[in-house]
């Protein structure tokens, strides 16, 4: 679950795969209508969870944005805005801390392999001005050549 938690963070593509299977979890093994083990609960607890987890956001987003748009220029409300974005990079570095102890200290006892990947992957980003995607493509082959030669 961490780790699609974690994959769910990245984008919204995964979050939606990761809330889909939550909720097709949640209505195969508790049952929405009838016992566990069914699968039209199963498919209507995930629609469920997908439609009621975005129809919110894309109602602000609706909403909000030609507000935000009009509101730009008003120096009344920069301070806020300001420390709204102050939050969110709050909220991003501490999901970095708490993604990150599982996978740099999975044991108890620091991963130097994980740690080596993390500072690596922390370097083609900064110094050599890699795309997000070029990093995730690098990721995904050294995962794939890992498990080839294990």
Do not use: K
């Amino acid at each position: 679950m961490v780790d699609g938690l974690a994959l769910g963070e990245t984008t919204p593509g995964p979050l939606i795969m990761v809330l889909a299977f939550v909720g097709f979890m949640g209505g195969w093994n508790g049952g929405v209508f009838g016992a566990p083990g069914i699968w039209w609960d199963a498919l209507v607890a995930s629609l469920v969870v997908v439609w009621f987890t975005f129809l919110p956001s894309f109602g602000f987003i609706f909403v909000g944005a030609p507000l935000m748009e009009a509101s730009r220029e008003d120096l009344r409300l920069q301070g806020p805005l300001s420390a709204i974005t102050a939050a969110v990079v709050g909220v991003i570095a501490s999901l970095v801390l708490f993604f990150s102890g599982p996978v740099l200290w999975p044991t108890g006892r620091p991963d130097l392999a994980a740690a080596a990947l993390a500072a690596l992957g922390l370097l083609a980003l900064i110094r050599w001005r890699w795309s997000v995607l070029q990093l995730i493509g690098a990721a995904a082959l050294v995962g794939v050549l890992a498990e080839l030669l294990h």
